[in-house]
């Protein structure tokens, strides 16, 4: 076979619907992969396999058409046995084997990374070979562009280590996110990936789309901020959520959806049973949209976490939303922060936070409300005791000292919660901050003086004695605790600093 360029010989299919992408002629990379969870698989028509046999020298080998949709071909096949006898080939042209398989986690996968940078015609990432033995790989801004994604990608089909990629930031394009997704369907390792920031635009979305209705791959994160995706990207990446279960995280902030993609997004939330955290902020969402996803919300029963900041629901959204508040039974946070919306939205939403049993952290940062919404907020708190709120945001509003002689009422029945405000009118917080001792010294002096260390401490606040305690639970035993006292400001320096990201802290 007349030798081609590199970039045309790496086979880069994944795709199962083999017969709608015609073989092309290039050079195959030959893996031994690893055994994986049993998982519902795709059908491949096409593979990289181990120990290919070479045709015979007297067959003429017949060049496929070339093919601007080049894919990598990536299904697993037993190795057949190798006789040791046999004398050794001679080094093919269109063939890279790892022969040793006892090395194929190590020196192999670098091997294969190697060579396929240099089928495709890129520079090797130091990075990439330093750490793909590593559960977290962050790749991002490494202007690695489409052919330098098909090398990683390549080089993940077999990857055991890797559970998190970060790939932001390097205009991927769509030939690149089309290797990502064909290696998605064979490994089943990686479960968190960002590929936000790389300009995928219609084509991307429609790329990934027809991944997600697939649904067979172990994917559980996808981060797809700042693509470009406008309303008809919506609708696609919509109908495919609609029907995928497996997506627990998705985040879609900083992309140009209107009005019409949020009524396409408030008709997926109703029939997704997948989805436990959605970011659709700093999109272009007004009144229409709010109310489209309200309804949504509604009926969804799984979602728990919703970013709906810098938006623009303005008060007929936030009418919308109190609502959902007072019938939604799963919402456990909500951020609304800058939406436009005045005291007369806050007043609505505070009616349905007189019924709500599930909301604990409701963000209300930079919209145009005073005291007098903030009071609402608060009285909305205090007339419910089955109230579950921690957290409310509203650290632009500067308030009275009868503010929080009402708001010292509602933690002494709600302990749990902090509400987070500007300043008290009249008095400078910022100057008493440097006052207060730091609260991680105090509690070591105290872990001293009692001879048990810091760790003991806070795990005596926890009934099940673990390292790990939900953000409320340890706020509520830290202020009602008399061991080390500390006020609120200094508590929310310590829950900062112990915060794992994730609604827990963690004493370690």
């Known amino acids: 076979m007349p030798p081609d360029s590199l970039d045309s010989k790496l086979q880069v299919n994944f795709n199962s619907n083999a017969s709608t992408s015609p073989r ?17 698989r795709a059908h491949w028509g096409r593979r990289i396999t181990t120990h290919t046999p070479l045709p015979p020298e007297d067959t003429e080998t017949q060049p496929a058409s070339q093919s601007s ?138 790329i990934i789309s027809e991944f997600l209705h697939r649904n067979s791959s172990s994917l559980l994160k996808l981060q797809l901020s700042g693509n470009n995706f406008k309303d008809k990207s919506a609708e696609l990446l919509c109908q495919a959520l609609s029907v995928n279960y497996r997506i627990k995280e998705m985040d879609l902030s900083h992309n140009q959806f209107s009005d019409k993609g949020g009524e396409l997004l408030g ?13 659709l902020s700093w999109n272009h969402f007004c009144s229409r949209a709010a109310v489209a996803l309200s309804n949504g919300l509604r009926s969804n029963m799984t979602l728990k ?51 709500n049993e599930n909301l604990k952290v409701l963000k209300l940062y930079l919209n145009p409300i005073n005291m007098e919404g903030a009071s609402s907020l608060i009285h909305a708190i205090k007339r419910n005791p089955k109230s579950k709120m921690e957290n409310l945001d509203i650290s632009n509003v500067m308030v009275s000292e009868q503010f929080v002689k009402l708001l010292d009422g509602v933690y002494a029945i709600h302990p749990q919660l902090d509400v987070v405000y500007k300043a008290v009118q009249g008095l400078s917080v910022k100057k008493n901050v440097f006052l207060w001792s730091n609260a991680m010294k105090m509690i070591q002096s105290y872990a001293d003086g009692n001879k048990i260390t810091v760790l003991d401490f806070f795990k005596s606040f926890n009934p099940t004695g673990m390292v790990k305690m939900p953000v409320g639970k340890f706020w509520k035993a830290m202020i009602q605790q008399n061991k080390v006292p500390l006020n609120r400001f200094q508590l929310r320096e310590l829950v900062k600093r112990l915060d794992d990201k994730t609604g827990m802290v963690n004493f370690r």
């Open 24 to 40: 092309v002629g290039v050079k195959s990379i030959h893996v031994q992969f690893p055994p994986k969870p049993t998982l519902p």
């Open 69 to 206: 949709d080049e894919m990598l071909y990536c299904e697993a096949e037993a190795p057949p046995v190798v006789d040791k006898d046999k004398p050794p080939r001679e080094s093919s042209e269109t063939d890279l084997e790892i022969e040793d398989t006892e090395k194929f986690f190590t020196t192999g996968q670098r091997e294969l990374y190697m060579e396929a940078c240099k089928l495709v015609g890129v520079v090797p990432v130091s990075y990439f070979l330093r750490n793909m033995e590593e559960s977290y790989l962050n790749l991002s801004h490494h202007g690695l562009g489409p052919k330098g994604t098909k090398a990683i990608a390549i080089a993940l089909v077999s990857n055991t280590a890797v559970v998190t990629l970060e790939l932001a930031d390097n205009s991927i394009m769509e030939e690149g996110i089309q290797s990502l997704v064909e290696m998605l369907q064979e490994n089943y390792y990686l479960q968190e990936m960002n590929i936000s920031d790389n300009a995928l635009g219609f084509q991307g979305a429609k």
């Open 267 to 279: 008709h997926m939330l109703a029939s997704n049973i997948g989805l436990l955290s959605l970011n």
């Open 305 to 355: 976490t919703l970013d709906l900041s810098m938006n623009g629901f303005g008060n007929d959204g936030a009418a919308a939303l109190a609502d959902v508040l007072r019938l939604n039974s799963c919402l456990t946070y909500l951020d609304l922060s800058n939406n436009d919306i005045s005291n007369e939205g806050v007043t609505k939403i505070s009616r349905g936070l007189e019924f």
